[in-house]
């Protein structure tokens, strides 16, 4: 992976990736003082999810007084989907049909982050439209909402 360089990084700011903070460490008024970290690595099992664990041996305390988090998306809750028994994938989405996003449980649909992953919330406001087409369709015999070919959804 190539990362660019800044001014900061030129001024002596140093990058430090496969990191995880265990524990925030503040003083007697709650204010931030420093962190707890260690170093992780990806550890990947054929045919499940990979799972990031902690590299024995690596904890550092790093000294702190604001801390910004930059979280990414690591995949839906999946309580739910275990409690009904749904199919998941080894990124933990929900599998479903492309066509029409029935699950392997009959009278269950998914749609948006919950089946394609992390996306744009225009993909999850269409799949939501789609997904309503086919569930009305479900349970009424028919449906008259409109689909993404029909002209009346735009295409993402």
């Not at 024995?56 to 000294?63: D, I, M, Q, V």
């Amino acid at each position: 992976m190539r990362l660019r360089t800044s001014s900061s990084h030129k001024e002596g700011a140093e990058r430090f990736f496969s990191i995880s903070t265990k524990k925030f460490i503040g003083d007697e008024e709650g204010n931030l003082k420093g962190l707890i970290t260690s170093e992780v690595e990806w550890v990947t099992v054929p045919g499940q999810r990979p799972q990031l664990k902690e590299v024995e041996g690596t904890e550092k305390e790093w000294k702190c007084e604001l801390a910004l988090l930059a979280l990414g998306f690591t995949g839906s809750e999946n309580t739910v989907a275990e409690q009904l028994g749904l199919e998941m994938d080894n990124r933990t989405n929900i599998k479903a049909s492309e066509i029409d996003y029935k699950t392997n449980i009959p009278g269950v649909f998914v749609a948006g982050d919950q089946r394609r992953g992390q996306s744009l919330i225009v993909w999850a406001i269409s799949e939501g439209r789609q997904a309503a087409h086919h569930v009305d369709k479900y349970l009424m015999g028919e449906s008259a909402l409109p689909l993404k070919g029909d002209g009346d959804l735009p295409r993402v």
